[in-house]
T-cell receptor, first 117, second 113 residues
Framework: AQSVTQLGSHVSVSEGALVLLRCNYS??????LFWYVQYPNQGLQLLLK??????LVKGINGFEAEFKKSETSFHLTKPSAHMSDAAEYFC???????????????FGQGTILTVHP | DAGVTQSPTHLIKTRGQQVTLRCSPK?????VSWYQQALGQGPQFIFQ???????QRGNFPDRFSGHQFPNYSSELNVNALLLGDSALYLC????????????FGPGTRLTVL
């Protein structure tokens, strides 16, 4: 079964500092990988997705993530944090070796990002 | 485009009762997935509906059932509610292609007392 591990349930940065949110996945084949953001009392919004194209994926709001197969990682970064980035971030994976389970997202536990002025 | 809509927004039930949650997909989408998000946790996949049939199912008991209508809207039914069923229930819609993005609704907050 697939699994996703997000290292650090809480990350705190200063406004203007680098944001780095870590995600590792377990999968026997290159999966589809996603980062979602959730603001309080709202649903999930897609930030970016990796679907076997370029390994460096650019998303909305200045976020990007790099797929590293050798490290089974898909870390999310943003060069300069903004106060509006404060939210909870979820890494997710879909797809398996059997070619099924696409559309079934397996999520990590989430990382709450706090941005200090 | 209204996006994915869910109703109701909030719901309070007591143990043993039954509940029905509703979801209307984004225009042009034919696939609906349901997720349960317990407090402080990531969403957990319940099941997915396509062409009015359950296409995939997660590790949830039979108390959780669903339906998809010809207009692609969907219902999630939970019978014999337990305290542990208290969670945010998220609906997501997508096209039928495997790499289609899933668009999430705002969720229904269910509290079981």
């Amino acid at each position: 079964a697939q699994s996703v591990t997000q290292l650090g349930s809480h990350v705190s940065v200063s406004e203007g500092a680098l944001v780095l949110l870590r995600c590792n996945y377990s999968s026997s084949v290159p999966p589809y990988l996603f980062w979602y953001v959730q603001y309080p009392n709202q649903g999930l919004q897609l930030l970016l997705k990796y679907t076997s194209a370029a390994t460096l994926v650019k998303g909305i709001n200045g976020f990007e993530a790099e797929f590293k197969k050798s490290e089974t990682s898909f870390h999310l970064t943003k060069p300069s944090a903004h106060m509006s980035d404060a939210a909870e971030y979820f890494c997710a994976v879909s797809g398996d070796a059997g070619g099924t389970s696409y559309g079934k997202l397996t999520f990590g536990q989430g990382t709450i990002l706090t941005v200090h002025p | 485009d209204a996006g994915v809509t869910q109703s109701p927004t909030h719901l309070i039930k007591t143990r043993g009762q039954q509940v029905t949650l509703r979801c209307s997909p984004k225009s042009g989408h034919d696939t609906v997935s349901w997720y349960q998000q317990a407090l402080g946790q990531g969403p957990q996949f319940i099941f997915q509906y396509y062409e009015e049939e359950e296409r995939q199912r997660g590790n949830f008991p039979d108390r959780f059932s669903g339906h998809q209508f010809p207009n692609y809207s969907s219902e999630l039914n939970v019978n014999a509610l337990l305290l542990g069923d208290s969670a945010l229930y998220l609906c997501a819609s997508s096209g039928s292609d495997r790499d289609n993005e899933q668009f999430f609704g705002p969720g229904t907050r269910l509290t079981v007392l």
